[in-house]
């Protein structure tokens, strides 16, 4: 990312519209707010995260993509504005309001299943894109189920699976999770059309990127076992 | 291949936090910081280092705080 996204033109013109802070740990002792990473609940590196003037955490980008900084940014501007208006007492802001909510994780999945449930005669476009994100937001409620069981890792693969075949797939930042326990289920099932699926997406989204090249190449194989065949 | 493999390399990226490194120098985890933040990308985007002057801004500018946290102990 800090040779990619974080150094591009975009990225600068980016800046412009935040305060860009850097917080790097470094082990030394004594090191000016080495905690600080702490205080955030960072688990890993790195980590971004969108914080208010007064450095309360609002939430975290969507994607490592200057893309995904800049929705994430207007998700909070329209967050912000909508919330100011529905408390000043403005009517009829509720779905907008729950598609800001979900986007930007404010709001889990089964709290915005039920919340639409109870939208009666929304329009079409703003149904269309609550219903695209409550698919992604169900996604990323299931694999936050999972935790480090294996089984249960095996058992949402499953309901990706069926998914999949109910054309319900999500476009999110959890596609990649999506799309990799479809791999997992498809080889276990010896599913070799869905695992093409699979492989497709991760083709098109990381197959130009050289230091994927491996990791692609064995997926490739692992369909041609499957598949009984070569493929170009 | 199992798509774990695939998986670790995907998010890659993330790298769990660990201890300090019992027996790193004091000067050079130093001097790994010191590196760190003379790379290019760092003046690319005007980072600030400073939390407490980031905030002041952010304040001042009416702007939110982007936070890219990272680390220089080890690569």
Redesign the interface.
């Known amino acids: 990312?800090?040779?990619g996204s974080?150094?591009t033109p975009d990225?600068?013109k980016?800046?412009d519209?935040?305060?860009?802070?850097?917080?790097?740990?470094?082990?030394?002792?004594g090191?000016?707010?080495e905690e600080?990473?702490k205080t955030?609940g960072?688990?890993?590196?790195?980590?971004?995260?969108?914080?208010?003037?007064?450095?309360q955490e609002?939430t975290e980008p969507n994607g490592?993509d200057v893309a995904s900084?800049q929705a994430t940014?207007t998700n909070?501007a329209a967050y912000a504005d909508l919330k100011r208006r529905v408390d000043a007492g403005e009517k009829g802001l509720g779905p907008k309001l729950l598609l800001a909510e979900i986007g930007l994780g404010k709001v889990k999945f089964p709290e915005a299943q039920a919340r639409f449930a109870k939208m009666k005669k929304l329009k079409p476009a703003v149904k269309a894109d609550l219903e695209v994100a409550l698919l992604n937001s169900e996604v990323t409620h299931l694999l936050d189920s999972i935790g480090r069981d294996e089984e249960k890792s095996k058992e949402v693969g499953a309901k990706f699976a069926a998914m999949v075949a109910e054309k319900r797939i999500p476009t999110g930042d959890s596609a990649?999770?999506f799309w990799?326990?479809i791999?997992?289920h498809a080889?276990t099932t010896t599913d070799a059309k869905l695992y093409k699926k699979a492989l497709d997406f991760?083709v098109g989204k990381?197959g130009d990127e050289k230091?994927?090249e491996g990791?692609i190449k064995?997926?490739k194989?692992?369909y041609e076992k499957l598949q009984g065949e070569k493929i170009g | 291949m199992k798509t774990s493999t695939l998986l670790s390399t995907v998010v890659a990226g993330l790298v769990a936090v660990s201890a300090a490194p019992a027996q790193s120098d004091q000067a050079d985890l130093q001097a790994k910081y010191e590196k760190k933040i003379s790379e290019d990308w760092v003046g690319h985007g005007g980072w600030i280092l400073d939390f407490d002057e980031a905030l002041a801004k952010a304040k001042k500018e009416n702007k939110l705080v982007f936070a890219y946290f990272t680390r220089s102990y080890s690569p």
């Open positions: 990312m800090e040779s974080l150094s990225f600068a980016f800046t519209k935040v305060v860009p802070y850097l917080h790097v740990t470094t082990h030394v002792e090191h000016p707010g600080l990473s955030y960072i688990r890993g590196f790195p980590t971004l995260k969108f914080l208010d003037a007064e450095g609002l490592r900084f940014q909070l990649i999770m990799s326990l791999l997992n080889e991760f990381f230091r994927y990791a064995r997926l194989e692992t």
